[in-house]
């Protein structure tokens, strides 16, 4: 059978593992995981495809993929990614899923943590890039501003983000405030996010080009 991403979203169990999930992270200090992040990234991977020429139905796995990326965090964010593969397949396996369409969901949501992905197919490249490209103010749940970490800050410093495909670069965009937070705290903690965002791009066949302030970093 071939799911629609409305019949995942839809499903009581997706539904309960996200948002349990992201209560988990709040209570260890992350930034917003919930429903607005995987909506985000599921959007922006679907995105991706589509505007390269690959097919809708690779383009609609690479969005089931973005929306249930981060349910492994339920169990633990060590090693969520492997978790959230397991827990993808079950869901999809009893949703009737086509098995080949199962793989290729699984195999993305497996290899977009950096510390083990690998972009091994155009569905995981894309989700790597729209994961690891969600960069945004409203994602910081802390209101002290005085006891921020270092991704509070970032993520509180940025007031624009844009990713765009233009002449063979996927493009991340952003304006920061640098007087909330300097430049070198981005790289200090997104170093190895945007090197496996150049790995995902190069999957796809394009660059990948981090923009900051209007000047281009890499």
Not at 28 to 50: D, Q
């Amino acid at each position: 059978m071939k799911l629609t991403i409305q019949q995942i979203k839809a499903n009581p169990s997706v539904q309960s593992y996200i948002r349990k999930a992201d209560e988990s992270l709040i209570a260890l200090g992350y930034t917003e995981h919930s429903f607005p992040h995987v909506t985000k990234v599921a959007e922006t991977a679907k995105r991706i495809l589509l505007t390269l020429g690959y097919p809708e139905r690779e383009a609609e796995l690479a969005e089931i993929a973005g929306y249930l990326h981060d349910i492994g965090n339920v169990i633990n964010r060590i090693d969520h990614a492997q978790s959230g593969a397991i827990m993808a397949f079950r869901i999809l396996d009893n949703m009737e899923a086509d098995p080949d369409e199962i793989a290729t969901i699984i195999t993305a949501i497996g290899n977009h943590d950096e510390a083990t992905a690998f972009p091994v197919n155009p569905v995981a490249a894309a989700l790597i890039l729209a994961d690891k490209t969600d960069v945004r103010c409203n994602r910081v749940r802390n209101s002290a501003l005085s006891s921020f970490d270092i991704h509070d800050r970032v993520n509180y410093s940025v007031k624009r983000s844009e990713v765009r495909i233009e002449e063979g670069n996927i493009i991340l965009d952003l304006g920061i405030d640098t007087d909330f937070c300097p430049v070198m705290d981005y790289f200090e903690i997104f170093l190895d996010r945007m090197i496996l965002c150049r790995k995902a791009a190069e999957k796809l066949n394009l660059h990948f080009a981090l923009i900051i302030n209007d000047q281009k970093m890499i």
